[in-house]
């Protein structure tokens, strides 16, 4: 059977595909594209930045492969969550519907749909250079341990934005073939973003999350939660400042970019309510137009400086 009527998990895709389909859709999260866009971007600004540190046009190529990469991958790494949390989601309202603790995908089945999803992204992968290979193949051990962290931390948030931002150093090893500061930098800037965004996420699952025994950074800040969301945001913006001094690449476009992803992050701040779920993930899903703005910043100066 399909997902029940008013399920987070719904969205207008469910109703444009046959309905077997509809349970192996979820469990890549599909119908939910925020959740690869956050992987994808951090990819998008670091070769984008490679680019500008190059004085060479964006790669075309290594922007669409990051792109199938960011949605083979994070739908794998989506299956495997709800693998290994199954019986924690049956205890929250949120996503006791899911396929799995719903019953609607049997464990095996969600498996063999994993390893499938997870070959797309290695194909992917092997399309780069060799050193970009392994580093990528390096990530899968934070993919690996970030469900568990849950039960044993309040910080998850940051072994996901550690797993989750693991593209800020691929977009630049692909084209480099090595590392450099300036990725680091927009590493530490895109994990810290992701602490933020994923604290905010975590505020619809408050009292379900207390009940289960779930650690989250948002019941760690408790009262505080604003001001967290707030500090984790403005040292992600230093950061990633930093990574464009490093990287040469401090010039208008990439500028006013940064400066629109503060903007937007001042905005979600301001707006932010941690006794309202819905406004939660609301706020949650607009971090994909928060990056989408950086890359556009930084999209823009490597054309102009084509020009």
């Known amino acids: 059977m399909s997902a029940p009527p008013g399920l987070p998990d719904a969205a207008i895709l469910l109703r444009h595909v046959p309905e077997p389909w509809h349970s192996y859709i979820q469990l890549a999260r599909l119908d939910r594209p925020t959740g690869w866009w956050l992987l994808l971007l951090p990819c998008w600004w670091s070769s ?167 650690k989250s950074t948002a019941l760690r800040f408790g009262g505080q939660v604003r001001n967290a969301v707030g500090l984790a945001f403005g040292l992600a913006l230093v950061a990633m400042l930093l990574a464009l001094i490093a990287a040469h690449a401090l010039r208008p476009f990439a500028l006013a970019g940064l400066l629109g992803m503060g903007g937007h992050f001042v905005w979600q701040v301001s707006k932010l309510d941690p006794a309202d779920p819905a406004l939660a993930l609301r706020l949650f899903r607009s971090n994909r137009d928060a990056g989408l703005i950086l890359f556009a910043g930084l999209a823009g100066q490597a054309l102009a400086a084509m020009v």
């Not at 994070?74 to 996503?95: E, W």
């Not at 719903?102 to 992204?121: D, E, K, W």
């Open 48 to 214: 984008a930045l490679a680019s500008l540190a190059q004085h060479a046009p964006l790669n075309l190529l290594h922007l669409a492969l990051f792109l199938v990469g960011a949605i083979a991958m994070r739908g794998a790494g989506s299956t495997y969550n709800d693998l290994i949390d199954r019986d924690i989601d049956a205890k929250v309202a949120r996503t006791r519907g899911r396929p799995l603790p719903s019953g609607r995908v049997r464990p095996r089945t969600a498996a063999i749909f994993l390893v499938a999803q997870a070959l797309v992204g290695l194909a992917v992968l092997l399309c780069f250079n060799r050193f970009t290979v392994v580093l990528g193949i390096g990530s899968l051990v934070l993919v690996a341990i970030y469900p568990f962290m849950k039960r044993v931390t309040f910080w998850p948030q940051a072994v996901l934005g550690l797993a989750f931002s693991f593209g800020a150093l691929m977009g630049w090893a692909a084209i480099y073939g090595r590392l450099a500061p300036a990725p680091l930098l927009l590493y530490l800037g895109a994990i810290l973003w992701t602490i933020g965004y994923d604290t905010i996420y975590a505020l619809q699952d408050l009292t379900d999350d207390a009940i289960a025994g779930v």
